[in-house]
């Protein structure tokens, strides 16, 4: 889907972005993490031409964007900025309706594409259309602001912290409703955020820049089993790090053959849900299910921590 070759940013002497290059693949979700001032939004709005790269190029379903008009580029890639960037004059339905209206869409097409929207946010287009966003909190500011960045079925969608703005709760359930809003599309996205487990709960990939360099492109796993250096190392957490090897690992990785009482645990579930599960109920085992209730096997303490201790 895009292919960053070399991109770097200059300003004057500074050097805001040097020499980044990584591919993110269609259909997945990457995250850009970083300290403040490590270049990532920079990077971000390279990828959009809102910020013209010094040096380098960037690919978009195999087309050089230099080559694509900046419009044209624009309304193509949805854009997600943190507080939203909702028209305070228009209510809901008219911000939706932005690019749509800008790319000359028939008003029955827009306002069925703006009802789709709202539903698929769970957010009634009865009792939202015609509200105005002082009128929002802030976790339906969010949705509206993501519903807008794809209401023109844009392929990729660019998320300059997002959830910044919201407090962990709201933020939290965002963060799952972005997720199965992008499994449900199979949108392309690219986010960028300072927070490690934002990017450890959404990211497909994740990205570490520090001081406008790109220190390591990587799975999840790849990023807590092998940092590239003491920078990642420390970002990651050492002591951290098991427990989000159990976030990113499932009860189906350690499931045991054998019987144990208690409420079945779903094979689905992550092995940190499902520790927590037995902490909680004070058993050492707990029986496994399957999505129509057929027990598996069982999941224990032991076989979970077993996985949550890195490689050596």
Known sequence: MIEIEHLTKRYGTNVVVDDVSFTVEEGTLTVIVGTSGAGKSTLLRMINRLVEPSAGRVF?????????????????????????????????????????RLLGWERRKIAQRVDELLDLFQLDPAEFAHKFPHELSGGQQQRVGVARALAARPSLLLMDEPFGALDAVIRSKAQDDLLAIQRRLGTTIVLVTHDMNEAFHLGDRIAVM?????????TP??????????????????????????????????????????EPVAISDSLHDALSRLMWTGRDALPVADARGVILGKVSVGGILQHGRPLP
């Open 60 to 100: 978009i379903d195999g087309e050089d964007t230099r080559a694509i008009p900046e419009d044209e580029l624009r309304h193509r890639i949805g854009y997600v900025i943190q507080g939203y960037g909702l028209f305070p004059h228009r209510d809901v339905a008219a911000n939706i309706a932005t690019v749509p």
């Open 210 to 218: 520090d001081q406008a360099r790109l220190l390591q492109h990587a």
């Open 221 to 262: 796993a790849e990023m807590l089993m092998h940092p590239a250096d003491d920078f990642v190392e420390r970002l990651v957490g050492t002591a951290e790090r098991p427990f989000r090897l159990l976030s990113l690992a499932k009860v189906q990785d350690a499931i045991e053959p054998g019987e144990a009482m208690g």
